[in-house]
């Protein structure tokens, strides 16, 4: 019996042995999967070094959820008491029901608003005024430091019959309500779509032109301690709507184009001091222009005239800069909204930006829009994504954010905004993609990105080849063993 029980042991000692050295083989095909699957993870955290910031102009959408509804041809002012920017009135059309008996119908008609709105940064808020000022379009607005409120003349407000009346009243905001100003001796006549300024020089807001019920003006009114004064001005400006205005850092007040039947591409200066309007010739300007805006980005020392419509009577959207120290206009060339009508604009100093507001592209119910944008100066950083593993002039890249970057060198680079960006390598045909986050602070950063080769189809196996030679072994072994110890 002796020698069949030291059989019996061995062929147990041979099936357990066995058994371990597939688990062994089956360990190892594991372990080499786990090694593929750390190689499709970041090499490298992202590394900050110094290196030169680029400054861009740009027109940045703000898609604030509460914006105003769709209107053209509001006026805004910075309202410096809040530190916000402050929106009144504007034209809409509505899709008004008819009814006529028993039958109804549908026309689309002309509205002005009474609304006032104010905007900081990406928040609107509507006012609630419980005064008596009639919704106008067209108007004119500007912040007026010595009373520390906002003046708004003129206007046109399209009654509930439908007839446009023009209005010389001029009205006061203090920042709760709207309070028509009374008792003038002296007032432009009514008028809508003239231009306004304030200068510090002056201590006075500068009014002029716009479409009269006689025509349009060429007058020049000042306001200052609640009363207006005719200027008695010297220089050959001709009568015009629709031009804009804004006062130079010397006081003086530029004013670019306007209507009269033909579209203007001069650029006049008022002296404040002499009240002599100077036209400076300028070859080079933005072109023929009404109804445009010209606004003081003095964060950066310029003009900014933005959009208009031009001598064909359509809408643009080209951004021009105007520099005091040159007196000289400059086409910037940047991404702008689309070309709209009767958008409003304003300076909001608490964050050295330009606001624009609305628009219309045309006269028909659904043209109006409610978007609100920034004109801004950003601070913009490099970051290169540097390749390591594949072949030389292989073609691969990035896409960062919403960009997309391909080359075949080693490296690819993008230039953002202060912030945290997803990303995604697109790796040639044989290697793994990866995917992760960077985030921008305030100067040049690099990351690293190590491609793995994707293994044959052979090595994808080799575990499943080797768990099904476990399962036959063992299986095998089973049998073996229970005929021995029979």
């Known amino acids: 019996m002796a020698p069949r029980l030291k059989s019996k042991g061995i062929m147990k000692f041979s099936v357990i042995a066995i058994s371990?050295?597939?688990?062994?083989?089956?360990?190892?095909?594991?372990?080499?999967?786990?090694?593929?699957?750390?190689?499709?993870?970041?090499?490298?955290?992202?590394?900050?070094?110094?290196?030169?910031?680029?400054?861009?102009?740009?027109?940045?959408?703000?898609?604030?959820?509460?914006?105003?509804?769709?209107?053209?041809?509001?006026?805004?002012?910075?309202?410096?008491?809040?530190?916000?920017?402050?929106?009144?009135?504007?034209?809409?059309?509505?899709?008004?029901?008819?009814?006529?008996?028993?039958?109804?119908?549908?026309?689309?008609?002309?509205?002005?608003?009474?609304?006032?709105?104010?905007?900081?940064?990406?928040?609107?808020?509507?006012?609630?005024?419980?005064?008596?000022?009639?919704?106008?379009?067209?108007?004119?607005?500007?912040?007026?430091?010595?009373?520390?409120?906002?003046?708004?003349?003129?206007?046109?407000?399209?009654?509930?019959?439908?007839?446009?009346?023009?209005?010389?009243?001029?009205?006061?905001?203090?920042?709760?309500?709207?309070?028509?100003?009374?008792?003038l001796v002296k007032a432009p006549s009514a008028r809508a779509f003239g231009a306004s300024a304030y200068s510090d020089n002056a201590s006075s807001i500068f009014l002029f032109g716009g479409l009269t019920n006689s025509g349009f003006s060429n007058s020049t009114w000042a306001f200052k301690d609640n009363s207006w004064t005719k200027l008695a001005t010297t220089g050959a400006i001709p009568a015009m709507e629709g031009s804009t205005m804004q006062a130079l850092p010397d006081g003086n007040i530029l004013l670019y184009g306007g209507y009269n039947g033909s579209y203007s591409n001069s650029t006049w200066m008022l002296n404040v001091t002499t009240?002599?309007?100077?036209?400076?010739?300028?070859?080079?300007?933005?072109?023929?222009?009404?109804?445009?805006?010209?606004?003081?980005?003095?964060?950066?020392?310029?003009?900014?005239?933005?959009?208009?419509?031009?001598?064909?009577?359509?809408?643009?959207?080209?951004?021009?800069?105007?520099?005091?120290?040159?007196?000289?206009?400059?086409n910037m060339n940047i991404g702008s909204p689309s070309p709209q009508f009767g958008q409003s604009l304003s300076i909001l100093n608490s964050n050295n930006t330009i606001v624009l507001f609305g628009g219309t592209s045309g006269n028909h119910y659904g043209a109006f829009s409610n978007y609100t944008y920034q004109f801004q100066n950003n601070t913009f950083n490099w970051v290169e994504f540097q390749e390591s593993g594949l072949p030389a002039n292989a073609t691969w890249g990035v896409t960062l954010g919403s960009n997309t970057v391909k080359t075949t060198s080693n490296e690819v680079e993008f230039l953002i905004m202060a912030g945290t960006y997803d990303y995604k390598t697109i790796a040639p045909s044989g290697y793994t993609s990866q995917s992760g986050n960077i985030t921008m602070y305030a100067s040049f950063i690099t990351q690293s990105i190590s491609f793995s080769k994707i293994p044959s189809f052979f090595y994808y196996t080799y575990g499943l080849i080797a768990g099904i030679i476990i399962i036959i072994v063992t299986y095998l072994g089973s049998i073996v063993y229970k005929k021995i110890i029979k």
């Open 20 to 183: 371990l050295l597939m688990i062994v083989v089956f360990a190892f095909t594991f372990s080499g999967s786990t090694s593929l699957n750390k190689g499709n993870s970041l090499a490298v955290t992202p590394n900050v070094v110094q290196n030169g910031t680029v400054y861009k102009f740009q027109w940045v959408n703000d898609t604030s959820s509460s914006a105003p509804p769709s209107v053209s041809n509001s006026t805004m002012a910075y309202f410096t008491p809040d530190k916000e920017v402050v929106m009144f009135g504007g034209l809409t059309v509505a899709n008004e029901t008819v009814a006529k008996g028993n039958a109804t119908s549908h026309k689309l008609v002309n509205k002005t608003v009474n609304n006032t709105w104010m905007y900081n940064t990406q928040t609107w808020t509507k006012l609630t005024t419980s005064s008596s000022i009639p919704g106008l379009q067209g108007s004119t607005m500007s912040f007026y430091p010595r009373g520390e409120d906002i003046v708004l003349f003129g206007g046109q407000n399209i009654t509930s019959s439908g007839k446009m009346v023009l209005t010389n009243q001029t009205w006061i905001f203090t920042g709760f309500a709207w309070t028509p100003l009374k008792g």
């Open 275 to 330: 009240n002599h309007w100077s036209n400076l010739n300028l070859k080079h300007n933005p072109g023929h222009l009404g109804f445009s805006h010209l606004k003081d980005f003095s964060y950066n020392n310029f003009l900014l005239l933005y959009g208009g419509v031009n001598s064909k009577g359509a809408p643009t959207n080209n951004s021009w800069k105007f520099s005091p120290t040159t007196m000289s206009w400059k």
